[in-house]
């Protein structure tokens, strides 16, 4: 319950932490006691994917590194599929608005410049697909 009291969890993140914290509890104990947290609605994997998506984009990462993290916590590829979508178009307005950010008073660069493939890589690494990049950096061009 103290794990969860302090955020939401994925099933497999929150199996995972229990068995690492009692290694002595059998597999099976671990499991029924997470079912039954599923089951009262205190373990969610729908709510876990919608705070997940909503706290990392509003931490400037995009649609490739949320998407990385959430298989890498197990969720199903279905729950992805109902709060993340490659295609939003506010991948480019969080882009854009983190070159800003990022160019300050120099608001124009050189194309293939080393900023040019500076800016391109950051927002790459972040998660942005690469055509929202692309369209992205170009506006600074």
Known sequence: MDFLARREHSFFELQRKLSDKFPEVDTSDLFEVLDALRAEGLQSDERFTEAFVRYRSNRGFAFHHIL???ESRR???????????????????????????????????????????????????????????????????
């Not at 990022?102 to 690494?125: D, P, T, V, W």
């Open 68 to 70: 990385r993290d959430l």
């Open 75 to 141: 969720v199903s590829s279905n729950l992805i599929g109902q709060h993340l979508f490659e295609d939003d178009e506010c991948w480019e307005v969080m882009a854009v608005n983190l070159l800003e950010r990022k160019l300050g008073e120099n608001q124009h660069i050189e194309f293939a410049s080393k900023q040019h493939q500076k800016l391109l890589r950051l927002l790459e690494s972040r998660g942005f697909p690469h055509q929202v990049s692309r369209k992205a950096v170009e506006k600074f061009l």
